[in-house]
T-cell receptor, first 110, second 112 residues
Framework: QKEVEQNSGPLSVPEGAIASLNCTYSDRGSQSFFWYRQYSGKSPELIMF????GDKEDGRFTAQLNKASQYVSLLIRDSQPSDSATYLCAVMEYGNKLVFGAGTILRVKS | DAGVTQSPTHLIKTRGQQVTLRCSPKSGHDTVSWYQQALGQGPQFIFQYYEEEERQRGNFPDRFSGHQFPNYSSELNVNALLLGDSALYLCATRNGNTGELFFGEGSRLTVL
């Protein structure tokens, strides 16, 4: 069973700080990685996807991928209270099936 | 551009009953996947439909079945409901170029 592991949190950061969310995966052959944000009672919303080793930046968000170490991270700069949510890491398997971690709860305190 | 739409948004059933959930994909998306998300967990893959056929299936019993129609919309059917089937059921459709999955708002099923 291929697995995706995340620290459940909650991760608490002050407003304006950098939030760092981490994810490890078991399948060394995985190629595509996704970060979703989910507010309570809502459906997951895609934040970023990354396929290549290194960093990918989009606004306040940076995804980092290290395939050799089998981890993916998401950095949120200048964290805002509106960033408070559960962040889901997902790995795409053959046939475009996503395997999700259980999610990390992020709380940004003003 | 309409997003992924699901219906109903909320429903309550009793054990042993049957339920049908519906999904209309994002415009231009022809692959529909269904996920079950229990409280405090990440979504779990149920199955995927493409060209009106089930292409992949997750670790779910045969009580879970589905269908895809020629217009790419899809249904998820669950028979003989159990208390443990209470969850948020998510439909996702795929951008064929980037592989991104877009989720609908979900159908929250409560089994009493």
């Amino acid at each position: 069973q291929k697995e995706v592991e995340q620290n459940s949190g909650p991760l608490s950061v002050p407003e304006g700080a950098i939030a760092s969310l981490n994810c490890t995966y078991s399948d060394r052959g995985s190629q595509s990685f996704f970060w979703y944000r989910q507010y309570s009672g809502k459906s997951p919303e895609l934040i970023m996807f990354i396929y290549s080793n290194g960093d990918k930046e989009d606004g306040r968000f940076t995804a980092q991928l290290n395939k050799a170490s089998q981890y993916v991270s998401l950095l949120i700069r200048d964290s805002q209270p509106s960033d408070s949510a559960t962040y889901l890491c997902a790995v795409m398997e053959y046939g475009n099936k996503l395997v999700f971690g259980a999610g990390t709860i992020l709380r940004v305190k003003s | 551009d309409a997003g992924v739409t699901q219906s109903p948004t909320h429903l309550i059933k009793t054990r042993g009953q049957q339920v049908t959930l519906r999904c209309s994909p994002k415009s231009g998306h022809d692959t529909v996947s269904w996920y079950q998300q229990a409280l405090g967990q990440g979504p779990q893959f149920i199955f995927q439909y493409y060209e009106e056929e089930e292409r992949q299936r997750g670790n779910f019993p045969d009580r879970f079945s589905g269908h895809q129609f020629p217009n790419y919309s899809s249904e998820l059917n669950v028979n003989a409901l159990l208390l443990g089937d209470s969850a948020l059921y998510l439909c996702a459709t795929r951008n064929g170029n980037t592989g991104e999955l877009f989720f609908g708002e979900g159908s929250r099923l409560t089994v009493l």
